[in-house]
């Protein structure tokens, strides 16, 4: 797959879809349709958050195709809101860890149908080590699925590239709090961890 051509199409289709929504507004003599309207700054702020949803999505899923998946549903949320054009970088955050999470819990992640479908690599040093890479990262996103949602988003926001602050502001925290729910919310991935591979 181009997912250069797939980054760039990605903005024109939230747009497209949100001057449509606009489009059938005013036609119905300015009734508010469906979900309303469309903000102005959408493009502006799409344009400036896009690559941090696309990474918070990203190290949830693991899948830069299913991240662009969750960015384009909430950037097609966002479009609707209210929220200050100050806050839309933390709501955003929010928002793609919420959703990224929701589809690593539904289990609609394609990675495994990709995966299966691409096949063997053609050439790999030691199948062993990326075996046991790609197990790992299954079970270490299967425990985040299973962690209290505040906590997983926590971890996922930090891990993103968040600073304390924006952490903080993102999940309405005192900026003091962030370090400790952040080292509560790891020593619980590593307890989820444990526990689960102690069942098996």
Do not use: K
């Not at 119905?28 to 990474?55: H, I, K, M, T, W």
């Not at 289990?107 to 790992?136: I, K, N």
Request: charged share 25%; glycine share 8%; no cysteine.
């Amino acid at each position: 797959m181009d997912l250069v051509g797939h980054r760039i199409s990605a903005p024109a289709v939230v747009l497209s879809r949100g001057r449509a929504a606009e489009r059938t507004r005013r036609e119905d003599g300015g009734a508010v349709s469906g979900r309303g309207a469309v903000r102005a700054d959408l493009e502006q702020v799409f344009r400036a958050a896009y690559p941090r949803v696309v990474a918070v999505a990203t190290r949830v899923l693991g899948s830069r195709d299913g991240a662009e998946d969750v960015a384009q549903e909430v950037f097609l949320s966002f479009a609707h809101t209210a929220v200050p054009a100050g806050e839309a970088p933390a709501w955003l955050s929010v928002a793609a860890a919420h959703t990224a999470l929701n589809h690593l819990r539904s289990g609609r992640r394609r990675a495994t149908r990709e995966e299966t479908a691409a096949g063997p690599p053609s050439s790999v040093p030691d199948v062993a080590d990326d075996v046991v890479t790609l197990d790992e990262r299954r079970r270490v996103r299967a425990a985040l699925a299973r962690l209290p949602r505040r906590q997983a988003v926590a971890l996922v926001l930090r891990h993103s590239g968040l600073s304390y602050a924006e952490v903080a502001a993102a999940l309405d925290l005192s900026p003091g709090s962030v370090g400790t729910t952040v080292r509560r919310a790891e020593s619980a991935l590593r307890e989820e961890l444990s526990r689960h591979a102690s069942s098996h």
